[in-house]
């Protein structure tokens, strides 16, 4: 069992940037493959970008966000340069014990956040 917990969401002017937070509770969070997925209204869940021994990134923030985590704070990161209004969503971290190959998938994990809003202006 995994709890997880976002943080760092806001609103920030395009161009801007910011660093979202997923703190994990429960055992053996570095044996987990971790993700972040994001919602705009009116939109299906998305994948963003995903860490376990590698990184995986969606073509929309390649190059803009890095995926990261530090097992011995049991925490996952998203930092997100260059924001876009279009990055206008509730962003979610999401934890599981196996995801390939279909990690784009959000029904694939078994744990979530509440998640956090993150607004673009333009």
């Known amino acids: 069992q995994v709890q997880l917990v976002e943080s760092g969401g806001g609103l920030v002017q395009a161009g801007g940037s910011l660093r979202l937070s997923c703190a994990a509770s429960?055992?053996?969070?570095?044996?987990?493959?971790m993700a972040w997925f994001r919602q705009a209204p009116g939109k299906e869940r998305e994948f963003v970008a995903l860490?376990?021994?590698?990184?995986y990134y969606a073509d929309s923030v390649k190059g803009r966000f890095t995926i990261s985590r530090d097992n011995a704070k049991n925490t996952l990161y998203l930092q997100m340069n260059s924001l876009k209004p279009e990055d206008t969503a509730v962003y979610y971290c999401?934890?599981?014990?196996?995801?390939?190959?279909?990690?784009?998938?959000?029904?694939?994990?078994?744990?979530w956040g509440q998640g956090t809003q993150v607004t673009v202006s333009s």
């Open positions: 429960g055992r053996s969070f570095s044996s987990y493959a």
């Open positions: 860490i376990m021994w590698s990184t």
């Open positions: 999401a934890a599981d014990q196996s995801v390939l190959p279909y990690y784009k998938n959000y029904a694939r994990y078994d744990y």
